[in-house]
C-alpha cells in the first residue's frame, strides 16, 4: 500500500455542523508511506474516530476514504484481515490487550499471525523500554505507562505500510517516550513504513513531514 486518501470524509456525527475548520475533516488530504504525520486535535474533534475509520474499525463516516484508490468501503472482510496482518498496524489509544495475560503474551499472540519478529528482538525492545522485569507480569498488574510500551512492542511486531498511534506516549515521562518514539521510527524506517501520529498535546518532537490540525 503506497498512499491512504480521505476525500471530504468527517464523522457522520458531525453532520449537522458547519463549524469545522479541519485540516483533515471535508478535505482532500493524502498520507503517503514512508512519511512522518502528526495530526493534533482538540478533545472531542474525532481524533480516535480517525483511526478508527482507517483501520476498517468504523463506517459511520461520509465522503470517501481509499487505500491505492479503492475505496475501502468495497473491501471484503479477507482483504481486511490481510491488510491488518501485512500492510496496516494500529496502536489504539485505549490499548486493548488481555489484562489476564503477561506483557510477552500479549505481544507473542500478535506475532504468531505472521512469525514476523524472533523472539530475540522481541527481548531487546523490551528490554531497552525498560520493562524486561515485565515479560511475565500480568497486564492487569501493570501501569498504563507501561502497558503503552507492551502495547508499542505489539504494535511493531508484523509487516506494515502504514502504522497509526493513537496518543502513543499519553502517560510516558520525556525519556520513556522518547525512548519509544526511537524503536517505533527505527522500525518504521526499516519497513519504509508511514506513520500517522495522533495527540491532544503531548506529543514527541520529531522531524515530522507534514502537521495537521483537525
Given amino acids: 500500500m503506497q498512499t491512504i486518501r480521505l476525500e471530504n470524509t468527517f464523522p457522520e456525527v458531525f453532520a449537522n455542523r458547519n463549524d469545522l475548520t479541519s485540516e483533515v475533516w471535508q478535505q482532500d488530504v493524502t498520507f503517503e508511506k514512508g512519511h512522518l504525520y502528526l495530526v493534533e486535535a482538540s478533545s472531542g474533534t474525532g481524533k480516535s474516530s480517525l483511526c478508527s475509520f ?8 461520509q465522503g470517501m476514504i481509499s487505500f491505492d484508490g479503492q475505496n475501502i468501503r468495497n473491501l471484503k472482510v479477507s482483504e481486511w484481515t490481510r491488510l491488518r496482518q501485512r500492510h496496516l498496524s ?3 489509544q485505549e490499548l486493548r490487550l488481555f ?3 503477561t506483557a510477552m503474551e500479549n505481544v507473542l499472540i500478535k506475532n504468531r499471525l ?3 519478529k524472533g523472539k530475540k528482538e522481541i527481548r531487546r525492545w523490551f528490554e531497552e523500554l525498560g520493562i524486561a522485569d515485565k515479560e511475565q507480569s500480568r497486564l492487569g498488574l501493570m501501569s498504563f505507562g507501561q502497558q503503552q510500551r507492551v502495547a508499542m512492542i505489539r504494535a511493531l511486531v508484523q ?3 502504514f502504522l497509526l498511534v493513537d496518543e502513543p506516549i499519553s502517560h510516558l515521562d520525556d525519556q520513556n517516550a522518547r525512548l519509544m518514539a526511537d524503536i517505533m521510527m527505527e522500525e518504521a ?3 519504509g513504513a508511514g506513520v500517522i501520529v495522533t495527540s491532544i498535546g503531548k506529543h514527541v518532537e520529531m522531524n515530522y513531514d507534514r502537521i495537521l490540525k483537525l
Fill in 189 to 191: 524506517t526499516r519497513q
Fill in 114 to 116: 505472521t512469525g514476523f
Fill in 90 to 92: 494500529l496502536m489504539w
Fill in 54 to 61: 482507517i483501520y476498517g474499525y468504523r463506517q459511520d463516516y
Fill in 159 to 161: 509487516p506494515f505500510d
Fill in 99 to 101: 489484562p489476564e495475560l
